[in-house]
């Protein structure tokens, strides 16, 4: 391997040649965190993270600088460093091990001090790794001090050559070294903690825009996703589903007299109710005014009764703060459960919507399957609403 001094090749250049493969670094992060996105697992990010440091380690050697006296330098101290705490412990044993073979492979007996400087930057690495997931805050900080840390110890392998050739390794590489490392590892660092929080705000994002703000609950758009599954595995392994559709008794008379805030004191408890007595059967949505949605993995008929009588019974006993007096209120449900006859969500929903209006023409306070009978009722008193409309937009 060719030997040049710092007059020859500046170290300066060395190491920022290796923020071309900062570039590379930053566009392959992003891409690992948009699939962490879809690996509910985990699985496939942490191997991809795994791979992208070990191998893009492994290709900054593959171009060092070396100094005379035999101090090889190249990227690697700065991908170590960085992979513990962007990509995990995983990623930074993964690029240990590969820099530290790689070490062995090309220079033999002669690694030792190369796998010192590699394994000063694995034990540093580890250590800011569980103090930057212990800390929500603070990251550029810690940053600073990974590369300033970081690039000192890993100088500090020079000693490890004979005590005349170190002195005079350390005296021309010194300053420059530890500068231009330093600069290296918080600029790449900074590139990869700016993706990661971009990520981070667009999930944030993504996650707001499928919630209802009053409720928490998903809305129209956050359900879409959870039915898309139901349907496809009805579709592909026959697994049923049971659609609830709950709409409050008389909220508007509740809006009316006790004001909008107990109104939406009301539609935040019932949603609570809902959501605990569902529980992790199913999926629970606010999809309009006052009218829910609960999309339950439950195909049997009886179990799915008992879940609605459950729920028009603690809503019915429940009492709700309308400014200092109890507010009382009941609910509707319609329910159909996913068939050959309507195999998909949107028919049964649809199903669904019928029989609830066939609970409110029976009522109210009470749950109504969706059947042929509830069809042809339904389709005569929304008929009947829609004339009525009419007639009193023409007076």
Not at 82 to 106: K, Q, R
Not at 147 to 172: C, G, M, N
Not at 290 to 310: C, K, P, Y
Request: hydrophobic share 50%; net charge negative.
């Amino acid at each position: 391997m060719a030997s040049f001094s710092t007059s020859e090749l500046p170290l300066w250049l060395t190491l920022f040649n290796g923020l071309g493969a900062a570039a590379l670094i930053a566009f392959a992060y992003s891409v690992v965190l948009r699939l962490e996105a879809v690996d509910s697992r985990g699985l496939v990010a942490t191997a991809l993270h795994a791979l992208m440091f070990s191998s893009l380690a492994m290709l900054t050697m593959a171009n060092p600088l070396v100094l005379n006296g035999g101090l090889v330098i190249d990227g690697r101290a700065i991908l170590v460093a960085l992979s513990g705490p962007f990509g995990g412990f995983t990623s930074l044993i993964a690029t240990t091990l590969a820099t530290s073979s790689m070490h062995f492979v090309t220079d033999g007996g002669d690694a030792m001090v190369g796998v010192a400087g590699i394994l000063i930057a694995a034990a540093l690495s580890a250590i800011f790794t569980v103090i930057w997931r212990q800390t929500s805050t603070g990251h550029v900080y810690l940053l600073a001090g990974l590369s300033v840390t970081s690039s000192i110890l890993f100088l500090s392998r020079v000693f490890l050559f004979p005590a005349d050739e170190a002195q005079s390794v350390f005296r021309e590489v010194a300053t420059p070294f530890v500068l231009s490392n330093t600069a290296s590892v918080f600029v790449v660092g900074m590139f990869l903690l700016r993706i990661s929080e971009l990520h981070r705000m667009a999930e944030k994002l993504k996650s707001l825009s499928a919630k209802d703000p009053l409720t928490g609950l998903l809305n129209r758009r956050g359900l879409m996703a959870q039915a898309d599954k139901a349907e496809q595995g009805f579709l592909q392994e026959g697994e049923s589903f049971t659609v609830f559709t709950v709409d409050i008794d008389y909220f508007k008379r509740i809006n009316d007299l006790c004001g909008h805030e107990t109104g939406d004191a009301v539609l935040a408890g019932i949603a609570r109710i809902l959501e605990s007595v569902v529980g992790t059967a199913g999926t629970v949505a606010r999809v309009g005014g006052e009218e829910f949605l609960v999309l339950a993995s439950i195909g049997d008929h009886e179990q799915a009764t008992n879940l609605a009588d459950r729920l028009n019974g603690e809503i019915a006993q429940r009492q709700f703060d309308g400014g200092g007096l109890p507010v009382e209120t009941t609910v509707s449900i319609g329910m159909a459960t996913i068939s050959n006859s309507h195999p998909s969500f949107a028919g049964t929903w649809a199903q669904a919507d019928k029989a609830l209006y066939r609970a409110k023409a029976d009522g109210r306070n009470r749950s109504v399957w969706a059947s042929r009978e509830t069809d042809e009722r339904s389709d005569k008193i929304i008929a009947y609403i829609r004339e009525a409309r009419k007639d009193r937009l023409a007076s």
